[in-house]
């Protein structure tokens, strides 16, 4: 398991190849959109790439698409059941796409209805964090509990991971992969 504290836009992130995040985070414009719009593209260069080297092999997971936006209940919803607020960036994110399946190779964004704080991939990590000693002062945060699993990839054992935060004008939370 690999535990990396980052607290650069989400999507940037963990797309950081795609260099979607504008260097001036105050600057005009939409910056999930355009994450987006860089991640699928740089997903239909590696499909079509990869299709030419290996024609007879599936590859259709390389280039997905986001889900449709997240509405703003159920937006709130999932908050309301995780008991904190989304930082403004997460919120934006799933205001453009609510989860992502395969958005970097094997891992997925969660939906707002996969948010939870007891599902199994929840517990594989929490399990993972205690065979591994993870503290929660290594993470700056006051609990383990108060980490968001937000993705994963597809064998549970890369997490993505983020904070509450304690009122609804928090610009941003720091992002674990």
Known sequence: MRLVRTTVILLA?????AACAPSDPDAPGDWCEEA???LTSGQQRLYDYSRARH???????IATKPNPPATEASISAAEQRLGT?????LRQQFAHADGWQSFAGTSSLYSTSELTTD???RTIMNDLM???????DELGVQSLDDLILIGANDVSDTFI????????????????D
Do not use: K, M, Y
């Open 85 to 89: 607020h989304f930082d403004q960036q």
């Open 36 to 38: 987006i719009v860089n």
């Open 161 to 176: 991971l983020t904070t509450g935060c304690p009122d609804d004008n928090c610009a941003s939370a720091p992002v674990w």
């Open 13 to 17: 992130a963990l797309a950081a190849g």
């Open 119 to 121: 599902s199994p991939v």
């Open 55 to 61: 024609p007879n092999l599936d590859r259709e997971w």
């Open 130 to 136: 205690d065979e591994f000693g993870v503290t929660a």
